[in-house]
């Protein structure tokens, strides 16, 4: 009777769903984005089949699809580029990680769900995600100016290229109010590039300001007592990121007799977000760092 019950142990294993012995997740950091935005996906496989998977060989084994609320599917301008082949072992996970925006149609606000379909071919089966829903929500424009390429990108003495920054204010999940800076072409009506900046307390009032070399100084207050200031270039890069407190007086932006962009006031406080890094996270980030847990492979974004 021992015997029997062992063999149907095994058989009710083996004739399990590929879907319980191999599942795929999405997660995301946020839910919401602006039209343009990155929409960075991290797709979570595990493997609990008892045996090694051998994945990425052909260039559809993992796709993605996007759905609008009213069931219409969202228009693809490509496939979403998936890292390559490799082998997944019995009981581990990977974890690979995408940006969709730039391989679909999402220009209008609305409420959308991705899911994502990995093809198993040697068992001639689909595993499919459980949707993920995503808003698109529209900011609200608080500045912008336009700008002139300086001559090391446009050329010496040729007619510069235009540009423009616009700084968007979007209310996060209705309790958060966070800054956005847009980089468009002259006319506004192609986007070049357009990110997240960070929380801004909902009393605030940015400071942007534009320097000879046509970088945005942007400086905000991003809690009670601290204010974050960001330098961005006419790549729309961020070159410059710091942590300012208020003491004694706030910080302020004021433009020098060089046309250079300081700030002025407050105590800068270092952070691990700096760029480029303070002497301190410099030093700490040259520290060993301790290894990745075995149960888990990370893979970089593409």
């Known amino acids: 009777m021992k015997a ?13 769903p590929a879907s319980a012995q191999v599942t795929v997740e999405l997660t995301q950091e946020q839910e919401q984005f602006l039209p343009a935005e990155s929409i960075p996906v ?11 998977l051998r994945l990425g060989q052909a260039e559809d084994w993992l796709t993605f699809a996007i759905e609008a609320r009213d069931n219409q599917v969202v228009p693809e301008t490509g496939e979403v580029p998936v890292a390559g082949e490799f082998v997944l072992e019995s009981s581990r996970v990977v974890t690979l990680r995408v940006d969709l925006a730039p391989y679909f149609l999402l220009n209008r606000p609305g409420r959308y769900s991705i ?9 001639n089966q689909d595993i499919r995600s459980q949707p993920k829903c995503f808003d698109i929500i529209q900011g609200v424009k608080l500045w912008e100016q336009e700008i002139g390429l300086p001559e090391s990108v446009s050329g010496t003495n040729a007619t510069p290229e235009v540009r423009k920054f616009v700084l968007q204010q979007a209310n996060y999940l209705k309790s ?8 468009t072409d002259a006319s506004g009506s192609k986007t070049l590039r357009v990110f ?7 009393f605030g009032q940015p400071e942007p300001q534009v320097d000879k070399f046509s970088n945005m100084h942007l400086l905000f207050q991003s809690g009670p007592h601290s204010y974050s200031y ?3 270039n006419p790549d729309g890069e961020i070159i410059a990121r710091r942590t300012y407190d208020y003491v004694d007086k706030r910080p302020r932006l004021a433009p020098d007799a060089e046309g250079k962009v300081l700030v ?3 105590v800068r406080r270092p952070a691990s977000s700096d760029i480029p890094p ?9 520290k060993p760092k301790p290894k990745p847990s075995p149960g888990e492979m990370m893979f970089p974004e593409p």
């Open 196 to 202: 997240p900046i960070g929380p801004m307390v909902s």
């Open 230 to 232: 960001f330098v961005i």
């Open 264 to 266: 002025t006031g407050g």
């Open 278 to 286: 303070s002497k301190a996270e410099a030093a700490a980030a040259d």
């Open 176 to 183: 958060q109010v966070r800054l956005y800076v847009r980089l």
């Open 42 to 52: 991290a797709v979570r496989i595990t493997n609990r089949s008892g045996q090694n």
């Open 4 to 16: 029997l019950g062992l063999w149907s142990v095994l058989l009710a294993a083996a004739l399990l």
């Open 115 to 123: 899911t994502a379909t990995m093809q198993l071919k040697g068992w």
